[in-house]
């Protein structure tokens, strides 16, 4: 049976033994990034939520480690418990050869409450900074980003970081490739902002969705009804021409802007490496906020379930030419090395570019360097 919406998760995993309410008082300044960090190395990787949040009342907490590992991923998504990886992706492969297409409903609980306009502000949700060297406060980090394509109509599903740069915007960061940048570049090719809702806390298949990647031009919310095996239940939004799910937590609508940028980042990835800070990363201008009416879980929002998961292994060695090297990382969107004890004291962050320069084969999903004869010297490698 799938979930409607986050709190039935939660109160499953609250009666499973698998959720620990903190309630005394964290800072939403570095303190739940350095909780959530020492949860995801225990045993258990207990979903946390945070009561009490400094400078802000009762009622505002913040929720995360919701699926941290394959076990959890599996209750979501209502696979058996002991699944391995391999057959829960070729499950999901499996539920989406029919898709589900979903159903517009009148109203639902995202709809409890609207400000417009002046009264937006971004800043009444406890959003926390994780880590020291994020360049904000970070709104999106397990949510959707929608969007529509403005010839065809078909909508994107996606994940893609957002930074609260004040009370009514806020950076994203959308790597080229990504369907929603496809979506912006034809926006601006009609000189039109692109309008974008964001959702949090919503039924936990939706953000697992919003990370798959499908075929251009497939309706996303009909592979999230298949993956979670009922139709995903969505309203209209009412400042801008797009669905969300109707049992989100909080809804955020707004348009990307043609030619507002403003720095966005850096960000502590989910992979484990510090994700680059854009100089002139586009900035959404928000229209509207539905924030939840009530309660227990009101005001939510979710840093990834995987806060610092290690990424894929890669394969390198010192060179000659290129010393002091002691991080590498890859994944499917970011690359990249670190070289330890610049001066002025901190690490330096180097991206392809610098890696080809210095002679190392490297393509966008993998890094390659040649070992020496004889075997020396290996860099600290931790990705
Ligand atoms: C926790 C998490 C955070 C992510 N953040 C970003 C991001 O900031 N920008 C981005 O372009 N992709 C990001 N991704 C990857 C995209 O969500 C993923 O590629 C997804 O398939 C995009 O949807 P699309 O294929 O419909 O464009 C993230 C993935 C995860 C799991």
Not at 215 to 230: I, L, Q, W
């Amino acid at each position: 049976m799938p979930f409607a919406d986050m709190r039935e998760f939660i109160a499953l995993l609250e009666k499973r033994g698998e959720l620990l309410r903190i309630k005394q008082e964290v800072h939403w300044d570095l303190e739940i990034g350095a909780w959530l960090h020492k949860a995801i190395r225990t045993k258990q990787q207990p979903a946390l939520v945070f009561e009490k949040i400094t400078g802000y009342p009762e009622g505002y907490t913040v929720a995360g480690m919701l699926v941290p590992n394959s076990a959890r991923w599996a209750l979501a998504l209502d696979f058996p418990e002991n699944i391995s990886w391999t057959e829960m992706i070729a499950g999901i492969y499996e539920r989406c050869r029919k898709p589900i297409d979903p159903v517009i409903v009148p109203t639902g609980p995202c709809k409890d409450q609207k400000h417009t306009g002046s009264h937006c502000n971004l800043l009444e949700f406890p959003v926390p900074r994780y880590i020291a060297r994020d360049g904000g406060r970070y709104l999106g980090t397990w949510h959707c980003v929608i969007t529509k394509d403005p010839d065809t109509g078909e909508r994107n599903v996606g994940m893609y970081r957002l930074m609260v740069h004040d009370r009514n915007s806020l950076g994203i960061f959308i790597c080229p490739g990504e369907h929603a940048h496809f979506h912006y570049e034809k926006w601006k090719a009609r000189g039109e902002p692109m309008p974008v809702a964001i959702t949090l806390g919503q039924d936990e298949v939706l953000p697992l969705h919003s990370l798959w990647s499908w075929p251009y031009g497939v309706d996303e919310f009909a592979m999230a009804g298949a993956m979670r095996t009922a139709p995903v239940e969505l309203v209209k939004c009412e400042t801008v021409d797009l669905e969300v799910p109707a049992t989100a937590e909080i809804v955020v609508e707004g348009h990307m802007s043609l030619t507002e940028r403003r720095p966005e980042g850096p960000f502590g990835e989910y992979t484990g490496h510090m994700g680059a800070l854009i100089k002139d990363g586009p900035v959404i201008n928000v229209s509207a906020i539905h924030p939840p009416q009530e309660s227990d879980l009101s005001r939510s929002a979710q840093r990834p379930a995987a806060l610092r998961v290690r990424g894929r292994r890669g394969n390198l060695t010192r060179r000659r030419d290129f010393r002091g090297l002691t991080h590498l990382w890859s994944s499917r969107h970011h690359c990249g090395l670190r070289a330890a004890q610049q001066p002025g004291g901190d690490d330096r962050h180097l991206d392809s570019q610098d890696l080809r320069r210095a002679g190392f084969g490297c393509g966008k999903f993998r890094l390659r360097a040649r070992p020496r004869s004889d075997g020396q010297e290996r860099d600290r490698v931790r990705c």
